[in-house]
């Protein structure tokens, strides 16, 4: 079920799924990163609430819907209300979070909509960061409608999409997971393997262990490559 991330010239893109268990326990965490046309490309996370078969059925639609309708060319804010349709035409019990994040080399620009999932962070090329998208929408499966922003993601900047399970447990507090997400990033930026930091960062903040899934996106927007 982990995607196959796409070659993007100029981005590097790392990506991460944790499982917190397998078998009867397993959770509805996800990613997927998408090429689109016109050099254009999608971040996508979510996480189905619940855990068991049935979260993992879902997400497993949702996100095959997701991306049907992404390779349609929908806006983020189009998109996210027809997977809301569809969510609460699958399951009466299920609401589903997801971050939905268009890159468009053109203007250099993201445009995005959220339906009730954790804020992104954006990582200016001075260090700089921002939190955003946060409390724009309903989950899935509950709102209607789903406006859509945008920020610009220039060359030199990072972006950072997670789950809650990164930053939240039954042992660690949401506002401190955050912070600690924030301060462990200064040290990606400037590490030599971002693969590498990027799995350290996750096991400094969860202590080696989580009891929720863990889904995670790390995108840099590469200097000096043509967009």
């Not at 196959?4 to 100029?10: E, K, L």
């Not at 569809?86 to 997801?98: A, G, N």
């Amino acid at each position: 079920m982990v995607p196959v991330v796409p070659d993007i010239p100029h981005l590097r893109v790392v990506t991460r799924y944790l499982p917190a268990a397998t078998g009867i326990k397993v959770g509805g965490d996800w990613f997927d990163v998408i090429a689109l046309s016109g050099g254009r490309t999608a971040f996508v996370i979510g996480d189905v609430v619940g855990h068991g078969v049935t979260a993992a059925a879902v997400m497993g639609q949702v996100r095959t819907a997701i991306r049907s309708y992404a390779l349609l060319d929908l806006t983020p804010s189009d998109l996210l209300h027809n997977v809301s349709n569809l969510v609460r035409s699958i399951s009466e019990t299920s609401f589903v979070t997801c971050f939905y994040a268009v890159h468009d080399p053109a203007d250099d620009c993201l445009t995005y909509a959220n339906a009730g999932h954790p804020p992104a962070v954006l990582v200016h090329g001075d260090g700089r960061q921002e939190q955003f998208g946060e409390a724009m929408a309903q989950p899935l499966g509950v709102g209607e409608r789903f406006p859509q922003e945008q920020t610009v993601f220039p060359p030199g900047a990072d972006v950072v999409l997670y789950t809650d399970g990164l930053v939240e447990s039954r042992t660690r507090d949401l506002d401190l997971g955050i912070a600690n997400l924030l301060a462990g990033l200064v040290a990606v930026r400037t590490a030599p393997d971002t693969a590498a930091a990027c799995d350290a960062l996750i096991a400094e903040i969860t202590g080696g262990r989580h009891d929720d899934d863990i889904a995670f996106i790390h995108v840099h927007h590469r200097v000096g490559e043509a967009s």
